[in-house]
């Protein structure tokens, strides 16, 4: 598969050609860029302008580099043959130099020997004096070769040397012409090899000045190419742009649809997503990603990435290929991560993908919406219960207390004790009514809060001193865990001393005897307003109380039922107590929630929010 296949494949976000009427019979911008050029003769087209200008740089530079070499190499090869001549000059006249010290030395040693033997015997250095006489006449050949420049005193030299040697034959006349002859000699030699210095400097400089004078050459040829492939890189250059104009401007509308509709998606907090033929997922947005955290782009609907809802609301939509956005219902789906379920309205909307026929999956998040029908209800369910039992227990009130006289005046005229126990048994029921008929009454009608800085901690203390007794009765332990710095809040007290007092009372009777109940406060950060899509949510500073025991826990119908109206798991309850702590709870800002399960205890926890200045 070819690049620009793959990319074609990830276009999906399309609309079908000749679809929507005027405007969908417009040329997409793809179509433009097509039509611009953009194949892979056009583009092969606008590269030979390009290839040929490199081409020729390219050879710009290979000539340069030839010229600038072959310079060096004519400077090298015209200076070589005098640098030789030079060298091999100054090495005859040193060689020279030394032969006649050698023989001077020689001549020496040999005229003192002869002065002391009186010439009746011939030694040794005799034989060295003619040796050394005998290699100076044969360097002295090759002087005469040699191509110094001053013929003149070459000759003069020439001359002095051998009649040196000739006075080196006669050891008397060496004794008084030698020594006189030896250093004119060498100061001729020294002479010489000057020159032949002077002309090696001669010969260095004029090295020099042809050295600078090629670097000029080559420096002129290097702006001249440089030069020459600017013209050619410009000319190039425009060429290249000249061809490429229409396919940029195509290639930008592309770019600017393109970039458009991703913004609009990833900016959209509903879910979408791209699901071909084969029911691949060909493109998601981030909101989709963050519902299916284990999809990935290329895997089929079909596959086990998410809970079993999320299938079921996958596989509804994706089940008949529709011609017009249709609507799939209302499903149920688990928060990624946990935090309570979420509600989705699921839609699809035709979709072309590759020139085949797909869908276009949307999930709108429905919880909030769902939510607020459910509390609606809610609301609406316990203000008709509410009213009906405040009715209720006003009918009941009046009748109750002319029954409690009444039951008073018998216990006064009876002194049987059968008679009693069953006064006693009448009394304990008017009181479960007279307890009944105030809860209704707190229940249905809502007391306005008295705000008031309140400490928590203090407050907590001050509920568990209410329910001291029947911690004494049950031995109940409290494990209290508060934080050392004070946790204030605008508050009503007295409500919420009734909240703890309530919970307090459930944990010691949720529990055996002895068995532990553990009280804790923190401070919390709370999202107040927080809405499920993310928007609309503020941090706020809270403290979270929660109340924990060993008891027998609930299963999870019980667990849903808890807050109920006149749903109670005790004998002698009324079912009102959690539902009140909650309706208080909630009138501060707060919320209160359980965590139970069989066998292992209940956690309640209640989240208020702080006084704005202890945050």
Do not use: C
């Not at 901690?457 to 508060?482: G, Y």
């Amino acid at each position: 598969m070819t690049d620009e296949q793959k990319d074609e494949g990830r276009v999906v976000y399309s609309r079908p050609e000749g679809e929507g009427g005027e405007e969908g019979a417009r040329p997409s911008a793809l179509s433009k860029f097509r039509a611009a050029g953009g194949t892979s003769a056009s583009l092969w087209r606008a590269l030979v302008p390009l290839l040929v200008g490199f081409a020729l740089l390219v050879g710009l530079v290979l000539g340069l580099g030839l010229q600038s070499a072959a310079r060096v190499q004519e400077i090298t090869l015209s200076t070589r043959s005098d640098d030789r001549r030079l060298a091999f000059t100054s090495n005859s006249l040193l060689n020279l130099r030394l032969a006649l010290s050698r023989l001077d030395t020689e001549a020496r040693i040999r005229g003192r020997v002869d002065a002391g033997t009186g010439g009746v015997m011939l030694p040794p250095s005799d034989l060295r004096l003619r040796n050394e006489r005998g290699e100076v006449e044969r360097m002295l050949a090759e002087f005469e070769r040699l191509p110094l420049g001053d013929a003149a005193k070459k000759r003069e030299t020439r001359d002095l040397i051998a009649g040196y040697v000739e006075i080196t034959k006669d050891l008397r006349d060496y004794s008084l012409r030698g020594f006189e002859a030896a250093r004119d000699i060498d100061d001729r030699l020294r002479s010489l090899m000057s020159g032949v210095a002077e002309e090696r400097a001669r010969l260095d400089d004029r090295r020099y000045d042809t050295l600078e004078r090629a670097q000029d050459e080559i420096k002129f040829l290097m702006w001249l190419a440089a030069l020459t492939g600017l013209v050619v890189g410009l000319a190039t250059f425009f060429e290249v742009w000249r061809r490429f104009r229409q396919m940029r401007r195509g290639y930008a509308a592309l770019q600017r649809e393109r970039q458009f509709s991703t913004q609009m998606l990833e900016g959209m907090p509903s879910a979408v997503a791209a699901i071909d033929r084969q029911d691949r997922i060909r493109s998601a947005n981030a909101a989709f990603f963050s519902v299916f955290p284990d999809a990935t782009v290329g895997a089929s609907i079909h596959a086990k990435f998410t809970a079993p809802e999320g299938l079921k609301l996958l596989d509804a939509a994706a089940s008949q290929r529709v011609t017009r956005t249709a609507y799939h219902g209302r499903f149920p789906l688990p928060a990624a991560g946990g935090g309570g379920d979420h509600a989705f309205d699921v839609y699809s909307s035709p979709l072309e993908i590759d020139g085949e026929p797909g869908l276009l999956l949307t999930l709108v998040d429905a919880t909030e919406a769902a939510e607020a029908e459910r509390g609606l209800r809610r609301q609406e369910a316990l203000a008709a219960v509410g009213q009906a039992a405040a009715q209720v227990a006003h009918e009941i009130k009046n009748p109750l207390g002319s029954i409690r006289l009444g039951v008073a005046m018998l216990r006064d005229m009876t002194r049987e004790r059968e008679a009693i126990t069953t006064i006693d048994l009448v009394e304990r029921g008017i009181e479960h009514l007279s307890k009944l008929t105030l809860d209704v009454t707190k229940f249905s009608r809502r007391r306005q809060l008295s705000l008031a800085d309140t400490d928590l901690t203090d407050l907590l203390n001050e509920s568990l001193d209410l329910v001291a007794e029947k911690l004494r009765e049950k031995r109940t332990p409290i494990e209290r865990r508060f934080p050392e710095e004070p946790l204030q809040g605008n508050w009503d007290e007295d409500q919420l001393r009734q909240v703890f007092v309530n919970l307090f009372a459930n944990a010691v009777d949720a529990g055996p005897a002895e068995s532990p109940v553990t009280v804790s406060a923190e401070r919390v950060t709370l999202n107040a307003g927080e809405r499920r899509n993310g928007e609309g949510a503020r941090q706020v500073a809270g403290a979270r109380v929660s109340i924990a025991d060993r008891g027998q826990g609930m299963d999870e119908r019980t667990r849903a039922r808890i807050f109920e109206p006149f749903f109670t798991t005790k004998k002698k309850g009324t079912g009102l107590g959690l539902a009140i702590a909650r309706q208080i709870v909630e009138q501060h800002g707060g919320a209160i929630r359980v965590e139970s399960a069989p066998g292992e205890g209940t956690r309640f926890t209640i989240e208020l929010p702080l006084s704005p200045e202890s945050t």
